[in-house]
T-cell receptor, first 115, second 113 residues
Framework: DAGVIQSPRHEVTEMGQEVTLRCKPI?????LFWYRQTMMRGLELLIY????????DSGMPEDRFSAKMPNASFSTLKIQPSEPRDSAVYFC?????????????FGPGTRLTVL | GESVGLHLPTLSVQEGDNSIINCAYS??????FIWYKQESGKGPQFIID?????DKRQGQRVTVLLNKTVKHLSLQIAATQPGDSAVYFC????????????FGKGTTLSVSS
């Protein structure tokens, strides 16, 4: 099992540019989560999906952020336009939900730097 | 409000010692807690979980203790090894489905040999 796959691993862009982060969850998992990690705020949940449907996006910071999950094996997190304060490590995680969602498997993360 | 925090940002121990990492939570309605380990450059990795109807759970070399009275959670690592060096996060659920987690800021554990 390859685990959760994220791409790119590193992204450097300029303010105002569109950024798209990608995630492939573990096959068979029906929950997918997007997190953002910064030194100041720690690890924050942005949005999560269940069976490809967004369930809770209350953590999405503002309208510049959007996430989609067109199928069970792919999700994107898009920032348009990007700003320097968006610089962070973005993690995707997936889990097999039965009642309580136990173990969330995290990907290696995408380190985003907005200049 | 709903927040999870850790008492100490860093913990340094000698190899072979037992480590105790503490966590305080504020939401008395939280009923599921998880400890994660994050090594440098990697995503968090599940260590152990506990539900609110339990006060202790043991895994391999790790034990989680839950004190609901004072809203305190701890992770004990027995015979700490250099490979245990990482940042440790506690997390709690904030919804009934238990799907979404609120993470604390983390404690950095440094193990010297």
């Amino acid at each position: 099992d390859a685990g959760v796959i994220q791409s790119p691993r590193h992204e450097v862009t300029e303010m105002g540019q569109e950024v798209t982060l990608r995630c492939k969850p573990i096959s068979g998992h029906d929950y997918l989560f997007w997190y953002r990690q910064t030194m100041m705020r720690g690890l924050e949940l942005l949005i999560y999906f269940n069976n490809n449907v967004p369930i809770d996006d209350s953590g999405m910071p503002e309208d510049r952020f959007s996430a989609k999950m067109p199928n069970a094996s792919f999700s994107t997190l898009k920032i348009q336009p990007s700003e320097p304060r968006d610089s962070a490590v973005y993690f995707c995680a997936s889990s097999l939900g039965t009642g309580y969602v136990n173990e969330q498997f995290f990907g290696p993360g995408t380190r985003l730097t907005v200049l | 409000g709903e927040s999870v925090g850790l008492h100490l940002p860093t913990l340094s121990v000698q190899e072979g010692d037992n480590s105790i990492i503490n966590c305080a939570y504020s939401n008395s309605a939280s009923d599921y807690f998880i400890w994660y380990k994050q090594e440098s450059g990697k995503g968090p990795q599940f260590i152990i979980d506990i539900r609110s109807n339990m006060d202790k759970r043991q895994g391999q070399r790790v034990t989680v203790l839950l004190n609901k009275t004072v809203k305190h959670l701890s992770l004990q690592i027995a015979a700490t090894q250099p490979g245990d060096s990482a940042v440790y996060f506690c997390a709690e659920t904030y919804n009934q489905a238990g799907t979404a987690l609120i993470f604390g800021k983390g404690t950095t554990l440094s193990v010297s040999s």
